[in-house]
């Protein structure tokens, strides 16, 4: 019923920028919050950063200072812009959204596909 498409991910320098979008579409009512959050291999899935709806923000330790995150409600979209990049920010980046759908009264999580993010020393 929701679909939600990551883009941006890829190869950068250490030092580098990267800017993650999302999009979500399906038969969305309204959505909650939308995040970030990312995997490394070995690692469990960590919360990058959050934004409600309203914007309010809150983020990961290892985002702080570095990371920004935002949102369009019209587009129903998250993005992350990713400044100062370090090797250990190397990860899959997921999206993620709390939404309520049509015929359901009530939200809940949905999750992309994940994009790969790889930073080089």
């Known amino acids: 019923q929701v679909n939600l498409v990551e883009s941006g991910g890829g190869l950068v320098q250490a030092g580098g920028s990267l800017r993650l979008s999302c999009a979500a579409s399906?038969?969305?009512?309204?959505?909650?919050?939308m995040g970030w959050y990312r995997q490394a291999p070995g690692k469990p899935r960590d919360l990058v950063a959050i934004?409600?709806?309203?914007?309010?923000?809150n983020y990961g330790d290892s985002a702080k200072g570095r990371f920004t995150i935002s949102r369009d409600n019209v587009k129903n979209s998250v993005y992350l812009q990713m400044n100062s990049l370090k090797p250990e920010d190397t990860a899959v980046y997921y999206c993620?959204?709390?939404?309520?759908?049509?015929?359901?009264?009530?939200?809940?999580?949905?999750w992309g596909q994940g994009t790969q993010v790889t930073v080089s020393s």
């Open positions: 993620k959204a709390e939404v309520r759908v049509i015929l359901e009264p009530f939200y809940r999580d949905y």
């Open positions: 399906g038969s969305i009512v309204n959505i909650n919050s």
């Open positions: 934004i409600s709806r309203g914007g309010t923000t």
